[in-house]
């Protein structure tokens, strides 16, 4: 790839992404476009840059190509069980520490900074003081750490997980098993690039692993400078296994066998290496006045100072910033939850009414049916409630009694009975049965001379309990 469609592809990139590649080795860069020119069955880089050009979703593809997100729970378990013994032991049993801090850069999808969190969570539980544990974790890709805030897991987790620890610190989830609060709470998510943003601060940890390989030597300087800023005098770096930061012997020293594990050696940005994190400007420098040695250097000294007191404004700032942010995305995500719930929830609603309706549909046609077989022998029904109200008849008592559909509701007093028989006589049998439960039977004839077959009964609901009474008159 010539350097010249290389700087068009990464700026194209920038453009679009937002994200600068710059200062990313060439290696891994060459292989994700090789790869998507092979996807796309284009033989040159520069027809690549044209497609590009033209195609903006394949910017997005050859992004996500490029920002490699491999990553795993307790990824090297060796390292962590050292990281363990050697930081986590010595920050958390050793100190009186009130508040923790640890920073996970490039945290991807969340396994790694919550396999930190269990190791934290493990030690802290079996400790005295019980300090609290603040857990920055940072990448610059938002989809990851969608996935990271969510917590979810596939089942395959398992694999690298002890059945303890998934026991302990995940709980079942329809898509394989979800991290419980006691691990994700102290952790804050936020996207953030450690070469283009400004550092956390004051930390104990910062766990750094397999992001470093990226980087060209100068960005990889510059990365672990911030990270030096960033952390306490003699806090830990915890770095991946084929990584090095030799040659920053003046920044970290190693402390484990295995190349994974460095604290910080000296803290000379107290002294003022700020300025090398936040640089000032050649012209910021000949703004300063006199000519004398002694004056530049004591602006300098005044000027670097003042650099770091607004850097660590800034970044208490930035901090709460990053807090009430995550605070958002969780409120949104809670309300994005919600929304789902609501709309299965509304799903449901709307299947068990079609149910209902059908069900009532079915109970009208029996209704009819009933109705019919009703009418056809000439049985007339009605019934009432516990105070002598129509609740229902069938059409076939219209025979005996004056009723229309809109007298449901009135009290059978009301009525007009067209038998040889007194409403109050009838009040009374319906009153009597109502009391004793008992059914009441007696022929009672019609006006026309006709005689009816007329029975009292309690009426029950499905539960059995007592609805009113129903009255049968049968020719
Ligand atoms: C290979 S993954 C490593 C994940 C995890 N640290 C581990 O070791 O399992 C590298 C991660 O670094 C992120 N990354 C790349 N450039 C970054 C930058 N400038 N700042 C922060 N994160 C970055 C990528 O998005 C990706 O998620």
């Known amino acids: ?47 690549y840059v044209t497609f590009l050009k033209r195609e903006p979703e394949e ?45 996970v850069v490039g945290c991807s999808t969340g396994e790694e900074v919550y396999s930190l969190a269990m190791l934290a969570q493990e030690r802290i539980e079996a400790c005295r003081h019980q300090p609290a544990l603040k857990i920055f974790a940072t990448d610059i890709q938002p989809e990851a750490l969608g996935v990271a805030r969510a ?23 329809p898509d394989g098993f979800k991290v419980k609060p006691t691990i994700r709470r102290p952790i804050i998510f936020s996207t953030h690039s450690i070469l283009h943003d400004i550092p956390f601060s004051r930390l104990d940890l910062v766990n750094f692993r397999n992001l470093l390989i990226y980087l060209e030597p100068d960005a990889q300087r510059e990365a672990l400078t911030k990270i030096h800023y960033a952390l306490k005098p003699n806090g830990f770096l915890f770095v991946g296994h084929s990584e090095s930061v030799e040659g920053h012997d003046d920044l970290f020293r190693q402390i484990d066998r295995g190349g994974n594990i460095y604290q910080t050696v000296v803290k000379s940005h107290q002294g003022g290496t700020a300025s090398e994190c936040f640089p000032m400007s050649p012209r910021q420098l000949t703004l300063q006045p006199g000519g004398k040695r002694i004056q530049v250097s004591s602006a300098l000294v005044g000027a670097r100072e003042a650099a770091r007191a607004r850097t660590e404004e800034l970044q208490s700032v930035n901090e709460e910033l990053q807090s009430a942010n995550e605070e958002l995305q969780s409120t949104n995500e809670e309300l994005a939850t919600l929304r789902d719930e609501l709309q299965a929830t509304n799903e449901e609603l709307r299947g068990r009414c079609l149910v209902l309706e059908k069900d009532l549909e079915k109970a009208d046609r029996d209704n009819n049916e009933m109705e019919n077989a009703f009418r056809s022998f000439g049985v007339g029904v009605i019934v009432l409630d516990l105070e002598l109200r129509i609740l229902r008849h069938t059409w076939a008592v219209t025979r005996v009694v004056q009723l229309i559909p809109a007298d449901a509701g009135r009290p059978l007093a009301d009525l007009r009975l067209w038998l040889k028989l007194e409403m109050t006589d009838l009040s009374d049998i319906v009153k009597s049965v109502l009391r004793d439960l008992e059914p009441f039977q007696q022929n009672v004839q019609h006006e026309d001379g006709h005689w009816y077959a ?5 009426s029950r609901r499905a539960n059995n309990s007592i609805e009113g009474v129903s009255l049968t008159f049968l020719e």
């Not at 990139?13 to 600068?20: I, V």
């Not at 997100?69 to 958390?92: C, E, H, Q």
């Not at 917590?151 to 989830?173: D, T, W």
């Open 59 to 103: 910017i997005d593809k050859l992004h996500r190509e490029l920002l490699v997100g491999v990553t795993r729970f307790f990824r090297d378990k060796v390292a962590f069980a050292d990281l363990d013994k050697l930081a986590l032991s010595s920050l958390i049993d050793g100190s009186p520490c009130q508040t923790l801090r640890f920073w």
């Open 454 to 458: 007329m029975k009292v009964s309690p």
């Open 151 to 173: 917590g979810i897991y596939p089942l395959q987790v398992s694999e690298n997980i002890s059945e303890a620890r998934l026991k302990r610190f995940f709980e079942p989830h």
């Open 1 to 47: 790839m010539t350097s010249s469609s290389h700087d068009s592809i990464l700026k194209l990139l920038r453009k679009h992404s937002g994200q600068d590649f710059f200062g990313y080795k060439d290696g891994p860069i060459l292989r994700g476009v090789e790869h998507r020119m092979r996807k796309n069955r284009i033989a040159s880089v520069e027809e």
